[in-house]
């Protein structure tokens, strides 16, 4: 059962508690800002699963959903082209489908080998309406063999975004988080100013504020100006975890190698 918690589509508040327990669906799937509000309802029924798709669940959120309900947290890489994909695993994001071909591509369109990252390019003839032929999907990650299967590794949802040091150092969006992985987010967005500061803010979680400062002073510095807000509600990233930008132009930043140098801990 996929879940909606949006009180305008119920009649009064308490009625999406009162439905869930009477109906006691084995299975619920959602995305993790309606998981996380769902964690703060007084529920009483106990699902036999989660499955959250969307966006990108955060390791602390998925701990703190098992904990609260007692339950599997099942993370799934789906489009609405092409349906289901992968879901996360010990080592990544694994390939399940067998009547899905996927690819890993360069800017130029060129295959990655083993363990690089490229856009992820998918081929398949799901919707005998609109067959997919190398569809770029925009979304990034590296695939690697374990264990004989394929694994999408370092999963994200678009392309990544590169941050400056005040010193001159790169920071890649997925090392950010990583930093920020262990904490109980449902979303945050990370920007940085042309003067270089931060700008991060957050829904779904309490008390995370210093968790999240001391995580960004570790990779970034502790001379970095960070300003962090909270939100009221939820926001929207055109249907995926559009959760980075920069006024500094990733293009400028490409073309001045002697400034890729990896942060401390990135």
């Not at 699963?49 to 599997?72: I, N, Q, Y």
């Not at 979304?139 to 949802?157: C, H, I, R, S, Y």
Request: net charge negative.
């Amino acid at each position: 059962m996929k879940i909606n918690l949006n009180p305008h589509e119920w009649r009064h508040p308490e009625d999406p508690v009162r439905f869930l327990d009477d109906t006691a669906p084995a299975i619920l799937t959602g995305d993790p800002v309606a998981f996380a509000a769902l964690a703060e309802l007084p529920l009483r029924h106990r699902p036999r699963a989660l499955v959250s798709s969307a966006m990108a669940l955060l390791p602390g959120l998925k701990t703190m959903l098992e904990t609260r309900f007692g339950c599997p947290v099942f993370d799934v890489y789906s489009l609405t082209e092409s349906r289901f994909v992968a879901f996360a695993g010990q080592h990544g994001h694994e390939i399940l489908p067998h009547d899905l071909y996927v690819e890993i591509l360069d800017e130029w369109g060129r295959a990655c080998p083993p363990g690089e990252r490229g856009e992820i390019v998918l081929t398949c003839g799901r919707n005998p309406f609109l067959p997919l032929l190398r569809y770029r999907t925009g979304d990034t990650a590296a695939l690697a063999w374990v264990g004989g299967k394929p694994v999408l590794q370092g999963l994200e949802g678009r392309t990544p975004v590169l941050f400056l040091t005040s010193d001159g150092k790169v920071v890649n969006s997925i090392d950010v988080t990583q930093a920020l992985g262990h904490l109980p987010l449902s979303q945050f967005t990370l920007s940085q100013e042309t003067d270089g500061t931060l700008a991060l803010r957050f829904f779904g979680a309490e008390g995370v504020e210093e968790g999240m400062r001391q995580a960004l002073e570790h990779l970034f510095g502790l001379d970095i100006k960070i300003d962090i807000d909270i939100l009221d509600a939820p926001f929207t990233g055109g249907g995926k975890a559009v959760t980075y930008s920069s006024a500094r132009s990733p293009e400028t930043l490409l073309k001045r190698p002697w400034n890729w140098r990896p942060a401390d801990g990135g």
